[in-house]
């Protein structure tokens, strides 16, 4: 995939985490001709994963480059609030601020003959246009766990860490849900879910959790060996990082595996609306053609299997997602998991 990004035209500066117009930035590209038309994106998603998608576009769109923003889905949705940058598209993978943006009119909406191609579960008032369909994982330790039995379910997590609190003080990571937007977004739903998610968070507290940003993060924390367990990791992400598959194994929990919808919505205040929803198209025509896109990264919507019988559990779209952005739900929310995690 990085190969795919270094053949455009030009690919300016990356940029190291720093602050910029108020938000956290992780990278920053511009990809194409320097005299381009920009499009104007801010994303979660890594430029790497990304960059045949976007690589694909400009070739479809001469004379057009994009100015590709990365930051996590906290400062995505900062960015956008403060306004102080204008961007055209925003990409997040959390679908609870995406459904915020909007629900609070910052966004536009689209219909077209490439939207139409979105499952209506993936379409939120042609505001929100899913465009993948992700696994939140379970990432071990390959030599932490080598000839021993992997856990299959939360419960299987519990009985582990609770039977040996030496093996995994220190070991366990997961996401800082006071940094993350995804990682809020991932531990309501357990939270909504099952009762069980508390009792592994409580267990995880007493073993001195390592908390993090992103997913890429855990995920390179597990192949060093510094964490054994990573929990609610991007299963994408990890299952893309055939560097680490000696390294890593990739859990889908069989109790439940929640999806996450990774969404595009056209943002209200950009300067290149046109090309903006020509780029939304590109990404629906990507993901949800049959077979989808060869240039798209992540495994096909289609292949996740759903059903009543499934343990798969796509998170639903729609103003449920709103619930725990309310002030007071969201500032208790925080209270009760801080409590159990052991982090003040």
């Known amino acids: 995939m990085r190969n795919a990004l270094f053949s455009l035209a030009l690919t300016f500066l990356t940029l190291a985490t720093l602050p910029a117009a108020g938000f956290e930035v992780e990278e920053k590209h511009w990809i194409g001709p320097e005299d381009g038309t920009p499009l104007r994106i801010i994303s979660t998603t890594d430029t790497a994963i990304l960059a045949p998608l976007i690589e694909s576009f400009l070739q479809k769109h001469p004379g057009t480059a994009v100015d590709y923003t990365v930051a996590n889905s906290s400062e995505v949705m900062k960015a956008v609030l403060k306004g102080e940058e204008q961007f055209d598209v925003a990409l997040s993978s959390a679908m609870d601020l995406q459904t915020k943006l909007a629900n609070d009119g910052f966004t536009r909406s689209h219909q077209s003959a490439f939207t139409a191609l979105i499952p209506d579960w993936g379409n939120w008032r042609n505001h929100v246009f899913a465009f993948s369909l992700e696994p939140a994982s379970v990432v071990l330790s390959a030599a932490g766990f080598r000839g021993r039995d992997i856990p299959r379910t939360r419960q299987d997590l519990i009985a582990l860490m609770r039977a040996e609190p030496e093996r995994f003080l220190g070991k366990v990571g997961t996401y800082d849900v006071a940094l993350s937007g995804l990682g809020y977004l991932f531990a309501t739903q357990d939270a909504r879910t099952s009762e069980t998610y508390w009792r592994l968070m409580e267990v995880t507290g007493s073993l001195e959790p390592a908390l993090f940003c992103c997913s890429a993060s855990m995920i390179e924390s597990v192949a060093a060996g510094e964490i054994l367990i990573a929990y609610n990791v991007l299963g994408s992400y990890a299952r893309a990082r055939q560097d680490l598959e000696d390294e890593i194994i990739v859990i889908d929990p069989e109790d439940y595996t929640h999806l996450m919808m990774r ?7 950009g300067g290149q609306p046109d090309l903006a929803q020509r780029f939304v198209d590109h990404l629906a025509y990507a993901a949800w053609s049959q077979p989808p896109g060869a240039e798209y990264p992540f495994r096909p919507p289609s292949a ?3 059903g009543a019988a499934s343990s798969k559990r796509p998170i639903q779209l729609g103003p449920g997602l709103l619930v725990y952005q ?3 739900k969201r500032r208790r929310f925080m209270a009760e998991w ?4 052991r982090k003040q």
């Open 263 to 269: 969404s595009a919505v056209l943002l209200s205040g």
């Open 338 to 341: 801080f409590n159990a995690i």
């Open 304 to 306: 996740e299997v759903i």
């Open 326 to 328: 309310d002030a007071e």
